[in-house]
């Protein structure tokens, strides 16, 4: 027995859970730890009974409520170690100042500089080289702060209202609520290698996406396989690869492309989305679908579908007309994935 419990999909969060008659994998936890675990209770996911968190990547409509959902059940996250480090860096504060501030503040270095030199007879080349390498430190942090590509500190706990609800106060407890990345245990895997959770054996593939070292996941447990393929730019060999002799498939179908193009998103967004690194849009799924895909799933999940940019009967439409042209590939069902509500569980 094989069940998908899609909690939510979209780009305002997103998590699944897979399980096995004996093991449960909670996939990416990018609501909060109480919406996460009121989703669980509605679709009736035992939340205590989860083994481990899997992490697809690090955008935060997969991970927001990841560090305390994860302390609270007290479970190991899986990561690849890019990803860990990019979640690190995310919830690590940093000092930030405008750039007129900075300016203001190496200006000021060189005036003590120059009076320190003056006021010392003998010139120390190790001083000055020392202070070099302060400054260019410091340019090298602003810059990280100033970047549009750098990821905005987070506290998540003083974010999360349910953190005292989640993180129960004990000394223990409080200490690690100081350190937001602290986790009860990470295991790092790799993309391409097989491991196992309990008697679920996963293959992570490389997905095309903007983020440290995304993936997607095949799912295989008493010969029943579950795949989930979202944010990615487009199709690769290596992903059409993987998703071969699927029974359960969780695949992106995010936008629109006219919806896109005449929608609310900025010009940069939207590029964003459209490139090799950002979404796959109905037709892209579509496409997939009718050249590529081998036609095996019972169940095609549609997910990741954008509130702006899509409406769920295109999504549903492009794929079903996909598959219409296949005669063979009329038992397969399609479900379309929510952002709002836990989709019914999936068992095969
Ligand atoms: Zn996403
Ligand atoms: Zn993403």
């Not at 203001?104 to 003998?122: F, I, L, N």
């Not at 490139?275 to 579509?286: E, F, I, K, Q």
């Not at 050249?291 to 579908?305: E, P, Q, R, S």
Request: with cysteine; charged share 20%; glycine share 4%.
């Amino acid at each position: 027995m094989m069940r998908m419990t899609v909690l939510a999909s979209g780009s305002k969060g997103n998590s699944t859970v897979i399980s096995s008659s004996r093991t449960r994998v909670l996939v990416d936890a990018g609501l909060s730890c109480r919406e996460l675990l009121r989703r669980m209770a509605l679709a009736g996911e035992d939340p205590s009974t989860l083994d481990a968190i899997l992490i697809t990547h690090e955008h935060q409509d997969h991970i927001a409520g990841l560090g305390v959902l994860a302390r609270r059940l007290r479970i190991p996250v899986f990561f690849t170690e890019p990803t860990h480090r990019a979640w690190v860096r995310m919830l690590t504060p940093r000092t930030t100042m405008s750039y007129a501030k900075w300016l203001d503040h190496v200006q000021r270095e060189k005036e003590a500089r120059a009076q320190s030199v003056a006021s010392t007879p003998a010139h120390d080349p190790a001083v000055e080289a020392a202070s070099i390498a302060h400054i260019s430190a410091e340019a090298a942090a602003l810059d990280a702060t100033l970047n549009p590509t750098a990821v905005i500190a987070v506290d998540e706990d003083a974010e999360d209202p349910d953190a005292a609800l989640c993180d129960p106060e004990t000394p223990q407890a409080a200490r690690q609520k100081a350190d937001p990345t602290h986790l009860p245990a990470v295991e790092y895997f790799h993309a391409g290698a097989n491991f196992c959770i309990g008697d679920i054996a996963i293959t992570p593939f490389t997905i095309p996406h903007d983020a440290a070292d995304p993936c997607g996941f095949v799912f295989e447990s008493e010969g029943i396989r579950m795949a989930l393929a979202t944010d990615l730019g487009y199709m690769p060999p290596n992903v059409k690869a993987a998703l071969k002799r699927i029974d359960v498939l969780l695949l992106e179908s995010n936008h629109d492309l006219e919806m896109l193009k005449d929608g609310p998103y900025p010009w940069s967004v939207k590029q964003r989305v459209l490139s090799r690194v950002g979404h796959l849009s109905n037709h892209a799924t579509a496409e997939f679908l009718q050249k590529d895909y081998d036609g095996t799933a019972a169940w095609i999940v549609l997910g990741h579908l954008s509130e702006s940019n899509n409406a769920p009967e295109l999504a549903r439409l492009a794929a079903e007309q996909a598959l219409a042209n296949h005669p063979t590939l009329l038992g397969n069902r399609i479900l379309l994935a929510d952002q709002a509500t836990p989709l019914e569980p999936i068992c095969l």
